[in-house]
């Protein structure tokens, strides 16, 4: 059963009474929630539905979380972590049947419709992972970390300066764009 938001709120109390809250903990509460909604507007879709592309030049449910987790990934992991992505080292490429180095970016419709079918426990399976680490490295990252470069000049050119503390705000604006993509998709379909 998906959280809800009041199911987050209660067990965040503690941060609503006037106590200062620790970036960690804000960073925390986004995804907490971010996962929530996450999982309530996809819960009860079909497979048909969740492939339901709006228009021919649009995309589907499954894109928008695939590409919402693998952008979580690589942000993650080549970013702050300046690891190999679990995309690679859990096999998730392999297992999903999609080429390591995909993230979405610059996919054509054609493309879209093409990405093989996913079920939505898979799905769930690797975003929930990738959020797992996140998770961790919101927890143990040090303040001092946040104004560290990230060394993404090799990844995208438009990124060449931007910092560990930038790159985990904008894991928080990237996939709630993905998730109103998602939940747009599902008014159409079903109606929220």
Sequence with gaps: ???????????????????????????????DEYESETERLVNGLTGEERRFMPSEESHHIDFALWHASRAEDILLNLGVRE?????IRGGWAEKFGIPAADVGVGYTAQQVKDMPAISLEDLLAYYKAVRAETLECVRTIAPEEMDKRCPFERLHHQLPEVTKGGVLAHMVVEPVQHLGQIGYIRGIIRGM
């Design 1 to 31: 059963m998906p959280l809800i938001f009041k199911d987050v709120m209660k067990r965040q109390k503690h941060l609503f009474k006037g106590d200062s809250m620790d970036f960690r903990e804000i960073l925390k509460l986004q995804f």
């Design 83 to 87: 690891e190999e992505q679990l995309w």
